[in-house]
């Protein structure tokens, strides 16, 4: 009797770690960055181009790792080249040939 309680025991252990350990919905998928002359659209809220830690604080908010934007917008997400890397983020490009680039942080 003691040998059945120890191994559903482990099987309760076994599959509580298991389904914690599930990656978020978002893993593996990029999240396009949409965007006006002067402010980032993300999760459906416009945030300043200028304020980089509200931009950075609403994608941590999403669960994007991979984030892809148009050419344009390439040049101001550089400035914030460093806080992207250190959060684990890969950014990619649109360019004018609707080619995906990989952009090196």
Same mark, same amino acid.
């Given at each position: 009797? /003691? @040998?059945? &309680?120890? &191994?559903? +025991?482990?099987? =309760?252990? $076994? &599959?509580?770690? *298991?389904? *914690? @350990? /599930?990656?978020?919905?978002?893993?593996?998928?990029?999240?396009?960055?949409?965007?006006?002359? *002067?402010?980032?659209?993300?999760?459906?809220?416009?945030?300043? /181009?200028? @304020?980089?830690?509200? =931009?950075?604080?609403?994608?941590?908010?999403?669960? =994007?790792? /991979? %984030? &892809? $934007?148009?050419?344009?917008?390439?040049?101001?997400?550089?400035? %914030?080249? !460093?806080?992207?890397?250190?959060?684990?983020?890969?950014?990619?490009?649109?360019?004018? !040939?609707?080619?995906?680039? +990989? $952009?090196?942080?």
């Amino acid at each position: 009797m /003691k @040998n059945w &309680i120890f &191994i559903f +025991a482990i099987c =309760f252990l $076994v &599959i509580g770690c *298991t389904s *914690t @350990n /599930k990656p978020p919905k978002s893993a593996g998928k990029g999240m396009l960055l949409m965007s006006t002359d *002067t402010s980032y659209i993300v999760d459906g809220k416009q945030i300043d /181009k200028t @304020n980089g830690e509200a =931009f950075l604080s609403a994608l941590d908010a999403t669960g =994007f790792k /991979k %984030l &892809i $934007v148009i050419e344009r917008d390439i040049k101001g997400l550089l400035r %914030l080249r !460093e806080q992207l890397k250190a959060k684990g983020y890969s950014l990619y490009y649109i360019d004018s !040939e609707r080619r995906v680039k +990989a $952009v090196s942080l």
